[in-house]
């Protein structure tokens, strides 16, 4: 039973770059949550997403953040023109339902470092 | 502005004794309470879950309970062991939203 799988672990940019970060849910979820989390602090809400529908974005960055979630693939958030500040450990979570009302299950997270 | 947090930043426990992790919300609204544990490098780890219809729920070796009236939110690990030694996260979220709320932890070290 494979757990949230997120791809990259870490990843290094330079200001300016783009930043792709891959989320696959556990099986039979079908609900994806991104979260950010800085240092010693909890994570905040992005955006979540069914498949080909993005539900709530209230926590996304007006600029530069995207993200999608095919009907085929992985979850993609996608950083454009990174700057410095955006540098942070980004966690996936899954549902198999709305998370209302049953626990998000998270990946292990990619640490975005930019130069 | 509604908010989840916790009222110690860290916890220091001896190895066998009983922990409690306390958090306060502050959203009236919200009806559905979960704590994560979180270890250096990995991703939250759901511990326990409790709806706002119940004030108290066990697990294996953890109690939640929640004060409703006072908007209170507790852990507790009974026998506290080395391997406990984590961040711990409450998290909640209210009818309507998916999105979960979380504070900013308890760093809870057991020692020998």
């Known amino acids: 039973n494979a757990g949230v799988m997120q791809n990259p672990r870490h990843l290094v940019r330079r200001r300016g770059q783009e930043a792709r970060l891959r989320c696959s849910p556990m099986k039979g979820h079908s609900h994806v949550y991104w979260y950010r989390q800085l240092p010693e602090e909890g994570l905040k809400f992005m955006v979540y997403l069914q498949k080909e529908n993005i539900i709530d974005e209230s926590g996304m960055p007006k600029e530069r953040f995207s993200a999608e979630f095919p009907k085929e693939g992985p979850s993609i958030l996608r950083i454009q023109q990174v700057v410095r500040g955006d540098s942070a450990a980004y966690f996936c979570?899954?549902?198999?339902?709305?998370?209302?009302?049953?626990?998000?299950?998270f990946g292990d997270g990619t640490r975005l470092s930019i130069l | 502005g509604e908010s989840v947090g916790l009222h110690l930043p860290t916890l220091s426990v001896q190895e066998g004794d009983n922990s409690i992790i306390n958090c306060a919300y502050s959203n009236s609204a919200s009806d559905y309470f979960i704590w994560y544990k979180q270890e250096s490098g990995k991703g939250p780890q759901f511990i326990i879950d409790?709806?706002?219809?119940?004030d108290k729920r066990q697990g294996q070796r953890v109690t939640v309970l929640l004060n409703k009236t006072v908007k209170h939110l507790s852990l507790q690990i009974a026998a506290t062991q080395p391997g406990d030694s984590a961040v711990y996260f409450c998290a909640e979220n209210n009818w309507g939203r998916d999105a979960l709320n979380f504070g900013k932890g308890t760093s809870l070290l057991v020692t020998p």
């Open positions: 409790i709806r706002s219809n119940m």
């Open positions: 979570a899954s549902s198999p339902g709305p998370g209302r009302d049953q626990p998000q299950h």
